[in-house]
């Protein structure tokens, strides 16, 4: 079947624009996972979804970073107010349950870009 | 807090070498394991994993054992081959908050 799909593929923005990077989850997944990865700090997590309940949003750097799951489905990733050092690749993943024998399962990502 | 550490590349074989990246972790408990690997221009792929102490991973002729008593989670494989270049990441299952904490990779390049 279909893996985790991300768009857009490259974003370019100016600093203080806000962005939008959306993923696709696998069909029937009910956990989702942003990550972000960046020469200077490796792979981080950002945020968690798990079926209806409340995100874990632990792992976002600042209030500019939010994200929704709508219909336990799609997610978007906006950051506003862009800035240089949100340059990175933003990752997405999927897994069946979310527990910890789980297989998260990655998308592409979205290479974003702040001039 | 839960942490992962690899040893450091770039690493750089000869094809039919043998290979041996290092991981070491610290976490409450006893988290599954996970080797990630990431080729040119690809995205992060499930390589192996393992859910308890003793538990072997393998795939692709890469194999790693999950040790408790020295907290570790070496990756080896016997002979590596050109198609094996590519950054590998080491990663465990933080049991209280759900995600996964990387290591910070490493870079493999295999010379024919």
């Known amino acids: 079947g279909a893996g985790v799909s991300q768009s857009p593929s490259n974003k370019v923005t100016e600093k203080g624009k806000d962005v939008e990077l959306r993923c696709d989850p696998i069909?029937?997944?009910?956990?989702l996972y942003w990550y972000r990865q960046s020469l200077g700090q490796g792979l981080e997590f950002l945020i968690y979804?798990?079926?209806?309940?409340?995100p874990d949003k632990s792992g976002l750097p600042s209030d500019r970073f939010s994200a929704e799951r709508t219909g336990g489905s799609v997610s978007t990733l906006t950051i506003q107010r862009t800035q240089q050092e949100d340059s990175a690749v933003y990752l997405c993943?999927?897994?069946?349950w979310g527990g910890g024998t789980d297989t998260q399962y990655f998308g592409p990502g979205t290479r974003l870009t702040v001039l | 807090g839960d942490s992962v550490t690899q040893m450091e590349g770039p690493v750089t074989l000869s094809e039919e070498a043998f290979l041996t990246i290092n991981c070491t972790y610290t976490?409450?408990?006893?988290?599954?394991l996970f080797w990630y690997v990431q080729y040119p221009g690809e995205g992060l792929q499930l390589l192996l994993k393992?859910?308890?102490?003793?538990d072997k991973g393998s795939n692709k002729g890469f194999e790693a054992t999950y040790r408790k008593e020295t907290t570790s989670f070496h990756l080896e494989k016997g002979s590596v081959q050109v198609s094996d270049s590519a950054v590998y990441f080491c990663?465990?299952?933080?049991?209280?908050?759900?995600?996964?904490?990387f290591g910070q990779g490493t870079e493999l390049s295999v010379k024919p």
């Open positions: 993943a999927s897994s069946s």
């Open positions: 976490a409450t408990g006893y988290p599954s």
């Open positions: 393992a859910t308890k102490a003793d």
């Open positions: 990663a465990l299952y933080d049991n209280q908050g759900g995600k996964l904490i």
């Open positions: 069909s029937g997944h009910t956990a």
């Open positions: 979804f798990q079926g209806n309940s409340a």
